[in-house]
């Protein structure tokens, strides 16, 4: 697989959050604003990425009936960090996160890329299917927001959109619409993903 | 209490914990280990522990020990771990295939709609195997496709679609030979063949001539003319009316002959399929 | 035999300790560099919040005895109290502060936390609502649907409820008040 | 309370105007008979005749050495014209012995010779009942002689005289006409059995039968004439133990686990018949009927006539049929050619009209639960069509598909017009050969 | 007595974890296609809820608060209960097989779930005493076995019905989700 | 066979026969009459009734918010169904159904491109999303509801204002709202302090509330005559109101400090939405238990629930709520109440 494939294939195909459904926590509970969805987004970014990077390094010295606490340490190290410094230069954001910011400790995403990629494989590709990983879910993060908070809040970035006259949806701000809406969008992706994939067999077969 | 005191304290409290759970988790592993199958491990390695439980599995070790001990259970169903993890496993569970020439599914009727004839009006459920409960089917010939597309709805490869006749078709190159077509057929219409044939007869009925061809315009009549014209002796043999290729002998035929004559193009020549080919070379 | 037993035990745990050990390194160092910016922040941002709430206060003096609760100072002269209250709304407990002046009347209020409906309940926080509270004695707290009575204060439509809870908790806010500077 | 079973049941339109009160006829013999190897339940014949064999009324022409199967003898004198397969109103097509009939109708020797049934013992009249070949005329064409040999306790015998199918009037013309044979056919079914017991249920739409018999078994006390709630299926066995005598059959039981044998009227007059004069079983009682049946009957056909020869023996149709039912509507099988013959489970040829077979289009179920209440085996057909349609055979097995008795009431009753029986059919094969590849798995196993 | 009471409804039907908080998701829809699945995984995430909440709880409030180490609160907990968990695992395989099947085997599932990291690091911020975490603790589990058994038992319906291709699997799933929060809509404001 | 009968006959020989093609279909080759259609359009007819009533009574407004209700209903279902190459079932009348249930369950006032988004989630959202009519697991009308109200709460709790009435003056709210909010001595006051007046307006539907719900007479009218189609159980209903019945003379007064016993049954049973919800919703056959045992219990379950609501809730009304979390039960009371196989029960007393 080329190193643009592994950087590329958690954008759309193996996108983390619709098609691999893992970690579906912070897609409902911290989009219902851009900045929020945006800042867990980037968070899980960095975290997946070093601690694939960190995982990779000591693989080969870890002893595998206590890797998975090993790895866990490791994420909740860097995630400790990360809050820390939330803590110190953004305490809005901080605040906003809320218990959501400990979570991302669990994420399935992060221990399972860490178990199935970067325990395996060296820095570079650990590093570049992190990357992807964390684009995959930032825009995740970030498509579910926009449209939570543009409708269900009527606002973009906390700017107001559509007039003092809208009456936002607040279904969308709230759980059930939440479901709904992430169902719709997990099905949208499903078919444009099979579409491709019937374009490409057709390509294929005719090639 | 200082800055340098909480963070010293920090490194503390952290190596007490990892001396703790360390030597709690290994003391506990050595005391209760367990006879693990080695190969469940090697699986449980392999898979990404996602612990997602995508696979239906409660759990990676779950699937792994499933997939180890459970002949039954595919290789493919971890969802994250995509193909490369389903080879892994595949390859570890001995559960690939061994490397037997490619087959793909050939339907055995060509008696689509206007072609065999009707015997009574059908109205029920759009299913073979029930519509064949009554009265053996809608067609005249009750050895042929009932059309009903069971096998369509079936094929885990989305390689079958319903004709606009109302007979299957086989795409080719989706077709994997996996078979599960050709046991779900009631009328067993479906056979498999290796890749390399190069005739094949399109026609189950076990009719007599007569019968068979008042029944279906494309029926196999048993006539024997492809018998009579196969270069290879013995290629085509016509068994209770229905000529039948036998593909042992069939492997080495250059150029078929046999089906040139065929009255009614029950057996006829396979067009090879380009990506198949490239499959055997 | 024994001993090999134990040494895996140890090698095993080694693994463990050590990763712990780092890691607790690590976020010493990272604590003792943003620790102070942190506290610092905290303070300034708890500050900040009081000052919002009286303005011309250039101190806040915390009260014995009682948790969260302000004297807001001008000059060393007491100007107002600063009182966390938790009234019952909609979707729990309204974490919030009232500051209310020395006479008795209702300076503002902030919503520290609160789980009511985000674009419902949650405007209580918001001007039109907020707005109604400053100068408010404690007779005229009292949540009313009629819209000519300006005396009391307006729920706002559909949220009746956390209109309710909010008035509430700033009547405590102002009763706790006469309390302290009765004494 | 009238008699019935408790749980479910419809009540579809009877239909039974149209051959009610039509005398039993007997038409004259056909030239030829067409004689199925397979008239029963159990397995089929081979036939000891061969082509350009001269065979007489009576003879036997099949038997077989399985233990469940019905001898078959010939219908009419004549010769044999073909040994083939010949098409057949339940399988499509099975071996049958074509005869050419001489139109001199002789019996076969010694045929018939009476007996006198008080002096047989059990043993003697079961024999002659086997001889015979007589099977059930309800339906089921289980062979007589079987059902008589119970290798349970029994201590009730039933008479099936529901004759719950809509339009047939067979069993209803036999219970007026042939009283007297029943009275007898009773007795001998006791006697066989060692029953002091006995009941013939009847539903409540013929009070005729019920008047009739109640007169006819006046002299035998220990046989209660029943009068039964008009509700479909009031003749299926477990309904009609049930209404009978309270008792209920456990899922997947015989009758005779809870000491009940049931028979059709029709089986008991050709005991009667096999026993008191030693005549086979080789002409029954058939109701032709429908709305396009020119004049509907009630026929005494010979086994083998065809249904065209019947047809046309009652004026044909009255208008282009839609379906032609071998049996009755509720449970009969629909047949797309008419030169297939008369058996012996054959109890009535129906041609209807689109009009009052319309079955509808098949929509998805919306859970009406019309068909729980209507199911009188306490199933959920709905769940049990949808699981076929799914495939999903465990599920079938789970929600006790193999109970069904296919009586058809739930789909009578579906608003959603679902063919909830054919699913069930089809789920109960699928069942059936998963089980026996289980079996026959498990007894590899068991070798190695 | 009654704030127990009102603490432990709260968790169970008004702020149900799943459906208003959105925590466990992961597991809530893996394991919810089997309705004897999910009641397993109902009851190992009660109990192992409850005990890990009480063991962090402790730990917390002996040893974090008293070094003013609380923000070490994420990693200890969660190095707390993925160790605690591989440890009770590995004992019942052992001692137990049955209990090993019944539940045992899903365990490590939820070692590192969010819901049961989430319990505790809530319980703490939201400073309840010991008892008021117990029941809190009980609560949110059972709040999450209801919800997990609804929705298998729903899916397990919908594995019947006609639903559009692309729907299939989890997007329904989710969509029902949406539709059992809305319902559980109903319950709030109740406390 | 005679020669003479067969020169006679008409298609005397086989060969005739073959001329026309018979059906065969599997057994039963009777149906009864009864339709999907047909039952659908008779549940139609007996809303109409109270429907009219809340036109009447709300004027025009109502009648724009039905009429846009069953239309939008009815397109989105057109809609789906084309583009999923789906047989098209706009004529079966369930969707007229829902669009009519929608419209009758929500504020007359309610604007009408609300009644259109609650449309798309009943027919897309909820009913189409999982299979269309017969495989939906909530009732498609109530989802519509309950997403508008969490959508715009203001505008569902916005009652109207209606002149020349019993009620004049007293907009803004319904009779459970004003319980909520005031007490049972406001209700009265309501009414003119006068409990006569109050069973009356009750009964005849001149109180305020939603568009459908409000006359009492008119909706038992119309379960009777289902009840006398045989298309609904009387159990169901009957168990539902007769559990809030039961439930709020025990504790419908205890928020009010009179103690046990002291709730007014009778205005709990005709206020509200229990009247449409317990005739109506709780009979769609599509997403309630299968069986009879399984109605009765989803019937106490949803009485149980809406008085939980009504007495200890945020919402002054909760029979919506209550039956959507039911249907989120329905399949497990499925699998748990089955009716008994025939023999089974009896032979396990036997031995
Ligand atoms: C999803 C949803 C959220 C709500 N949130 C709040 C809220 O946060 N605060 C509140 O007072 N009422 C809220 N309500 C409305 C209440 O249930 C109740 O209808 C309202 O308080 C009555 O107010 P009114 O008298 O102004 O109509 C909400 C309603 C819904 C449907
Ligand atoms: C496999 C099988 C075995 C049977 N064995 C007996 C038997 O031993 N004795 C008996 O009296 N009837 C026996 N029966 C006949 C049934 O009791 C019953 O009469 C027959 O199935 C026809 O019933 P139906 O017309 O209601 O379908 C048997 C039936 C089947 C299917
Ligand atoms: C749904 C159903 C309806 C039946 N209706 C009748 C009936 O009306 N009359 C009848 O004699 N047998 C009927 N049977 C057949 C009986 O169950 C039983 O097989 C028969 O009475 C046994 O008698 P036999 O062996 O003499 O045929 C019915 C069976 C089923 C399954
Ligand atoms: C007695 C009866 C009650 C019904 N009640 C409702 C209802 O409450 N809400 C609804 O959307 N549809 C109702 N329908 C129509 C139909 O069942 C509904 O659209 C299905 O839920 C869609 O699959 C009802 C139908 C009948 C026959
Ligand atoms: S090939 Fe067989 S399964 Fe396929 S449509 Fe024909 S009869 Fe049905
Ligand atoms: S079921 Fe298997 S063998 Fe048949 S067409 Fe599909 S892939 Fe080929
Ligand atoms: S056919 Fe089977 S499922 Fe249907 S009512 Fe009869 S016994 Fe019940
Ligand atoms: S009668 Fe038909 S529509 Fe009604 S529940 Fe049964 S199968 Fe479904
Ligand atoms: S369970 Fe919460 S993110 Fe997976």
Redesign the interface.
């Known amino acids: 697989m080329s190193l643009w494939k592994v950087f590329s294939r958690g954008i759309i195909e193996e996108n983390p959050y619709f098609v691999l459904a893992l970690s579906l926590c912070p897609g409902l509970a911290v989009t219902t604003s851009v900045v929020n969805g945006l800042t867990m987004g980037l968070t899980v970014w960095f975290v997946i990425t070093s601690n694939n990077v960190v995982v990779s390094i000591i693989r080969k010295t870890i002893n595998k009936k206590v890797r998975v606490p090993v790895y866990i340490t490791c994420i909740a190290t860097i995630v400790t960090c990360v809050q820390l410094f939330l803590q110190a230069y953004a305490p809005d954001l901080y605040k906003a996160l809320g218990v959501y910011l400990d979570l991302v400790v669990v994420f399935a995403i992060i221990l399972a890329r860490a178990e199935s990629i970067a325990s395996k494989n060296g820095i570079v590709v650990s590093f570049l299917d992190g990357m992807g990983m964390g684009v995959g879910f930032t825009i995740a993060m970030i498509v579910i927001s926009v449209v939570r908070e543009l409708f269900g809040n009527g606002t973009l970035l906390g700017i107001p959109m559509f007039g003092p006259t809208y009456q936002p949806a607040l279904i969308l701000a709230l759980p059930p619409g939440a479901f709904m809406l992430i169902g719709f969008l997990m099905a949208g992706l499903k078919m444009w993903n099979e579409s491709r994939e019937k374009a490409k067999q057709l390509k294929g077969s005719e090639g | 209490m200082s800055y340098t005191f909480i963070a010293i304290m920090a490194v503390v409290i952290m190596t007490c914990v990892g001396i703790v759970f360390g030597f709690i988790l290994a003391f506990a592993d050595k005391k209760f280990a367990m006879e693990e199958n080695p190969l469940i491990g090697e699986v449980k390695e392999a898979l990404p522990q996602g612990q997602c439980g995508a696979c239906g599995f409660a759990g990676c070790a779950k699937y792994a020990e499933a997939v180890v001990l459970d002949p039954d259970v595919p290789p493919n169903l971890c969802v994250p771990g995509k193909a490369e993890v389903a080879d892994i496993v595949a390859k570890l569970t001995g559960k690939v295939a061994e490397a037997t020439e490619p087959k793909f599914a050939h339907i055995r009727c060509r008696g689509g709609n206007g072609i065999a004839k009707m015997a009574y009006e059908y109205k029920g459920v759009h299913d073979c195997a029930a519509a064949k409960i009554i009265q053996q089917g809608p067609k005249l010939c009750k050895f042929g496709c009932l059309g009903f597309g069971n096998c369509v709805r079936n094929c885990p490869f989305h390689a079958m679609t319903m004709g606009e006749n109302g007979i299957p078709q086989v795409d080719k190159n989706l077709c994997t030979g996996c078979g599960k077509c050709a046991s779900i057929c009631p009328n067993h219409v479906i056979e498999l063949l290796p890749i390399s044939a190069k005739v094949a007869v399109s026609c189950s009925s076990k009719e007599v001539g007569g019968v068979a061809r008042k029944d279906c315009a494309a029926a196999c009549i048993g006539c024997g003319l492809c018998m009579r014209n196969c270069s290879h002796a013995g290629g085509v043999k016509v068994v209770d009316h229905l000529a039948v290729v036998d593909a042992s002998i069939c492997h080495d035929c250059e150029e078929a002959t046999c089906f040139a004559k065929c009255p009614t193009k029950a057996i006829a020549a396979l067009v090879a399929s380009a990506k198949k080919e490239e499959k055997i070379g | 035999m024994a001993d090999k037993k134990g040494s895996g035990i140890v090698k095993i745990a080694m693994n463990l300790i050590l990763t712990c050990f780092v890691s607790g390194c690590i976020i010493g160092l990272v604590f003792f560099v943003t620790g102070p910016t942190a506290k610092a922040k905290a303070e300034e941002m708890k500050e900040q919040s009081m000052k919002n709430l009286v303005p011309d206060a250039d101190k806040f003096v915390a009260v014995e005895g009682k948790k969260d609760t302000f004297i807001a100072e001008k000059g060393g002269q007491k100007v107002a109290y600063i009182i966390p209250t938790a009234p019952k709304g909609y979707g729990g407990p309204i974490k919030m502060l009232t500051a209310v002046s020395t006479d008795g009347s209702v300076i503002d209020f902030v919503m520290l936390e609160a789980n009511e409906t985000p674009g419902l309940g949650d405007n209580a926080s918001k001007p039109p609502f907020r707005g109604q509270f400053k100068g408010k004695k404690l007779e005229n707290l009292e949540v009313t649907k009629e819209k000519s009575d300006k005396k009391h204060i307006q729920a706002m439509t559909g949220a009746t409820i956390s209109s309710r809870a909010v008035t509430l908790g700033v009547k405590e806010a102002v009763e706790q008040a006469a309390q302290m500077g009765g004494k | 309370m009238l008699n019935t079973f408790k749980r479910g049941g419809v009540h579809p339109d009877d239909g039974k105007i149209y051959a009610k009160d039509k005398v039993i006829e007997t038409p004259a013999v056909p030239d030829q008979v067409v004689i199925p190897m397979s008239q029963h339940f159990g397995a089929p014949c081979t036939p000891t005749v061969k082509v350009g064999d001269h065979v007489k009324k009576g003879q036997l022409i099949g038997t077989s050495d399985a233990f469940l199967h019905a001898d078959i003898h010939a219908s009419t004198s004549g010769d044999v014209i073909k040994v083939a397969p010949m098409p057949h109103n339940m399988m499509v097509k099975c071996m049958a012995v074509v005869i050419k009939a001489d139109g001199l109708d002789e019996w076969a020797d010694g045929l018939p010779e009476e007996h006198d049934w008080k002096t047989l013992d059990t043993k003697e009249i079961i024999e002659l009942i086997k001889k015979a070949g007589v099977v059930g005329c309800g339906g089921a064409t289980f062979p007589a002689h079987v059902k008589l040999t119970p290798n349970k306790p029994v201590d009730t015998f039933i008479v099936n005289g529901a004759e719950c199918e809509p339009y047939l009037t067979c069993d209803y013309r036999a219970m007026i006409e042939e009283s007297d044979k029943l009275v007898t056919g009773v007795q001998i079914c006791m006697k066989a059995l060692g029953v002091k017991k006995g009941f013939i249920g009847i539903e409540d739409n013929k009070p005729e039968a019920v008047q009739h018999l109640t007169e006819a078994f006046k002299n035998v006390p220990e046989v209660t004439v029943l009068a039964c709630k008009t509700k479909y299926p009031q003749g299926a066995e477990k309904m009609m133990i049930e209404a009978c005598t309270g008792r209920q059959v456990e899922p997947g039981g015989l009758p005779m686990n809870v000491g009940c044998v049931v028979s059709n009227v029709g089986t008991v007059i050709a005991i009667t018949d096999a026993v008191c004069q030693g005549i086979p079983f080789i002409e029954r009682l058939t109701t032709v009927t429908g709305d396009c049946i020119k004049e509907p009957k009630n026929l005494r056909l010979r086994i083998g006539t065809t249904f065209q020869e019947v047809i046309d023996y009652c004026g044909g149709f009255s208008q282009q049929p839609d379906r032609v039912i071998a049996g009755g509507p509720m449970m009969g099988l629909a047949q797309y050619q008419l030169d297939v013959p008369i058996t012996k489970g054959a109890s009535g040829i129906l041609a209807l009209s689109p009009e009052k077979c319309q079955v509808g289009e098949e929509e998805p179920c919306i859970r009406c639960g019309r068909c729980v209440d209507a199911c009188p085996m306490g199933l959920i057909p709905s769940q049990l069509s949808i699981f076929a349609s799914c495939q999903a055979w465990e599920k079938c097995t789970e929600y006790g598909v193999m109970n069904c008795v296919e009586c058809g009431s739930c789909v009578y009753t579906c608003p959603a017009k679902r063919n909830i029986v054919q699913y069930i059919r089809n789920a109960k094969a699928q069942c059936k050969a998963i089980q026996r590849a289980a079996q026959v798995k498990a007894e590899a196993q068991a070798k190695k | 007595m009654m704030e127990y009471f009102t603490l432990f409804v709260g968790a169970v039907l008004i702020n149900n974890f799943v459906l208003t908080k959105f925590l466990g998701l992961c597991i809530f829809f893996g394991v919810s296609k089997n309705l004897n699945a999910s009641i397993g995984m109902g009851f190992a995430v009660t109990s192992v809820i409850t005990m890990s909440t009480v063991l962090a709880w402790l730990l917390y409030n002996f040893v974090l608060v008293p070094f003013g180490l609380t923000f070490l609160r994420t990693i200890s907990f969660v190095v707390l209960i993925a160790s605690f968990v591989q440890l009770l695992e590995i004992i019942i395989k052992k001692q137990s097989p049955t209990l090993y099947n019944m539940w045992g085997i899903y365990l490590m599932l939820i070692a590192t779930n969010c819901i049961v990291l989430s319990v505790p690091v809530i319980s703490v911020t939201n400073e309840y005493g010991f008892l008021e975490n117990l029941v809190f603790a009980v609560g949110s589990g059972l709040g999450f076995a209801l919800a997990l058994i609804l929705m298998a038992s729903c899916r397990e319906k919908l594995d019947f019905a006609d639903v559009p291709h692309a729907l299939k699997g989890t997007p329904i799933a989710f969509i029902v989700a949406g539709m059992l929060s809305l319902a559980f809509l109903g319950f709030s404001g109740m406390i | 066979?005679?020669p003479e009968?067969?020169g006679?006959?008409?298609?005397?020989d086989?060969k005739d026969?073959?001329d026309?093609?018979?059906?065969?279909?599997?057994?039963?080759?009777?149906?009864?009459t009864?339709?999907?259609p047909?039952?659908m359009w008779n549940v139609v007819a007996a809303l109409v009734p109270a429907a009219a009533f809340g036109v009447y009574y709300f004027g025009i407004s109502a009648l724009v918010n039905i009429i846009v209700a069953i239309v939008s209903a009815v397109v989105f279902e057109f809609l789906w169904e084309k583009m999923?190459h789906k047989k098209i079932?706009i004529t079966d009348g369930s969707a007229v159904i829902t669009g009519l249930l929608l419209a009758m369950t929500c504020p007359p006032t309610l604007p009408w491109w609300m009644s259109i988004?609650g449309s798309f989630l009943a027919i897309i959202?909820?009913k189409?999303?999982?299979?269309?009519?017969?495989?939906n697991?909530?009732n498609p009308a109530h989802?519509g509801r309950?997403?508008l109200m969490?959508?715009?709460?203001?505008?569902m709790?916005?009652w109207t204002q209606v002149n020349g009435t019993v009620v004049d003056g007293v907009a803004?709210a319904t009779p459970l709202n004003i319980l909520k909010?005031g007490g049972h001595d406001a209700v009265l006051q309501l009414f003119g302090n006068d409990p006569g007046t109050m069973y009356q307006s009750l009964f005849f539907g001149f109180r305020n509330g939603s568009l459908g719900e409000t006359s009492t007479v008119l909706l038992v009218l119309g379960g009777l005559y289902l009840i006398y189609k045989g298309?609904i159980n009387w159990q169901a209903p009957v168990v539902m109101i007769a559990t809030v019945g039961v439930l709020t003379w025990i504790f419908g007064g205890v928020s009010f400090g009179t103690g046990l016993f002291s709730g007014d049954p009778l205005f709990h049973m005709m206020a509200g939405g229990l009247i449409i919800g317990a005739f109506f919703m709780i009979t769609d056959?599509?997403t309630?238990p299968?069986?009879?045992k399984g109605?009765i219990i989803f019937a106490f379950g949803a009485g149980l629930?809406t008085v939980?609501?009504r007495l200890?809730?945020?919402?002054p009304e909760?029979v919506?709520?209550?039956i959507?979390?039911m249907?989120?039960?329905t399949?497990?009371i499925?699998?748990l109440v089955?009716?008994?196989?025939?023999?089974?029960v009896?032979?396990k007393g036997a031995k």
């Open positions: 066979m005679s009968a067969k006679q006959t008409m298609g005397k086989a026969m073959q026309f093609k018979l059906t065969v279909s599997s057994s039963p080759h009777v149906r009864c009864e339709t999907i047909k039952i999923m079932t988004i959202v909820c189409q999303s999982m299979g269309g009519l017969g495989y697991l909530f989802v309950a997403g969490v959508s715009w709460p203001v505008a709790t916005t803004g909010h298309y056959m599509v309630a299968i069986t009879l109605q629930i939980l609501i200890l809730g945020g919402y909760g919506c709520y209550s959507l979390l249907n989120a039960l399949p497990l499925d699998r089955k009716p008994a196989v025939f023999g089974e009896k032979t």
